[in-house]
C-alpha cells in the first residue's frame, strides 16, 4: 500500500496532522513507538496555558487530541520507525521489526526525550530513586525529601507538583535565576516547602541501595543535601536518530525546518518539538501538525 503520508509520532504534533491530513482526505496512517502514546504531554501534571482546557492534566489532553484524530477515522501502526529511504516516488520507512512501509511523503513527530546530567550515580539508581517523570513517580515519595534539578518550566513544575506529596523540596539550579516562566517562579517562590539552591551544580548521585543524596558544588565548595529521591528536568534531546544523514541537523540535533515544516529533502517534513523553533509548547506542535499537512498537500 502507497500512503500519502505517513505521520511518525503520536504526540501533540502527531495528533494534531492526522486531524488535518483527515479532513485532507488524505490516505496516511500514524506510526508510533508507544503503544496508544500520546507523547510527552501525558507526564504533564497540569496544562494551564493550552486555550480551552485550562487546569486539564496532560494525559487528559492527549487522550482528548487522540480521540478527536480517531473519530475523523485516524489509523495506527505500532511501530519504531528506524530508517528512511528516498526513491522517485517518495518514501521507504524502516521499522525496527525489520519490515516497511511506502509513502509519498513523512511528516516527521518523534518529539524528544529526556536529558541526563551524566555525574556518579545517576545511571546506578535510575528507578531506585532517580526519576525523569515526576509525575509518574511521584507518589512513591508522599512525606519524604526530594531533589528537583533545573530551571525550567518542567522544573518548576515538576517541583510544585512534588510539593504537594513530599515533605521537602530542593529545586537546584546551577544559575542564580531560573529560565522558567514568571507565574511558574512566583508559585515556587512562594511554596513553603520548596527550598532554592541556586548556583549550585550537581556532581553526584548517593546512596546504598536507594538515594540517599546529593552532592553538589556551590560557589566552590561541595556539600551533600539528603534527599530519597532526585528528579531530573534539565531539558531535551530529540528524536532524530533515525534520520541521521536523511536530512539536516542543527548544532542540537534538531531537523532544521521553518513553520511550512519543510526539511532539506524533497517531501520530507518535520513537526512539533523535533524541529528547530524558539517555542516548545503543546500550542506550537499543534500548529506544526496543521502546517505540515498543508505542506504535504501543496506538495503532493
Not at 106 to 114: L, S
Not at 139 to 154: C, L, N, P, R
Not at 182 to 207: H, S, W
Amino acid at each position: 500500500m502507497m500512503y500519502d503520508t505517513l505521520i511518525i509520532g503520536s504526540g501533540m504534533a502527531g495528533l494534531s496532522a492526522a486531524i488535518y491530513a483527515s479532513r485532507a482526505r488524505l490516505r496516511f496512517a500514524v506510526v508510533e513507538k508507544e503503544y496508544m502514546g500520546t507523547g510527552q504531554i501525558a507526564y504533564t501534571e497540569r496544562v494551564d496555558n493550552y486555550p480551552g482546557y485550562y487546569g486539564t492534566d496532560g494525559f487528559s489532553l492527549g487522550e482528548k487530541f487522540r480521540e478527536h484524530a480517531e473519530i475523523l477515522g485516524a489509523v495506527f501502526i505500532d511501530g519504531e520507525a528506524v530508517g528512511f529511504q528516498r526513491y522517485d516516488n517518495g518514501w521507504k520507512v524502516m521499522l525496527a521489526d525489520g519490515s516497511f512501509l511506502e509513502t509519498r511523503t513523512v511528516i516527521y513527530a518523534a518529539g524528544t526525550y529526556p536529558k541526563t546530567l551524566d555525574i556518579a550515580g545517576e545511571k546506578e539508581f535510575s528507578g531506585r530513586g532517580v526519576s525523569y517523570c515526576a509525575l509518574c513517580d511521584g507518589a512513591f515519595f508522599a512525606d519524604k525529601t526530594v531533589a528537583v534539578i533545573g530551571g525550567g518550566d518542567t522544573a518548576l513544575e515538576d517541583a510544585l507538583y512534588l510539593s504537594n506529596q513530599a515533605e521537602k523540596v530542593y529545586l537546584i539550579h546551577r544559575r542564580s535565576q531560573f529560565r522558567a516562566n514568571k507565574t511558574l517562579q512566583e508559585k515556587a517562590f512562594a511554596c513553603k516547602n520548596i527550598e532554592l539552591v541556586l548556583d549550585a551544580v550537581p556532581v553526584e548521585i548517593m546512596g546504598t541501595e536507594n538515594v540517599t543524596g546529593i552532592k553538589i558544588k556551590q560557589n566552590g565548595t561541595e556539600k551533600a543535601i539528603n534527599a530519597e529521591g532526585v528528579f531530573v528536568a534539565v531539558g531535551t534531546i530529540p528524536h532524530t536518530e533515525a534520520v541521521k544523514g536523511t536530512v539536516s541537523l542543527d548544532s542540537g540535533g534538531y531537523i532544521i525546518a521553518g513553520e511550512d515544516c519543510k526539511t532539506s529533502a524533497k517531501g520530507f517534513f518535520a513537526a512539533g518539538d523535533v524541529r528547530t523553533k524558539k517555542v516548545r509548547q503543546v500550542i506550537t506542535a499543534a500548529a506544526d501538525g496543521a502546517n505540515a499537512v498543508i505542506s504535504v498537500s501543496e506538495y503532493l
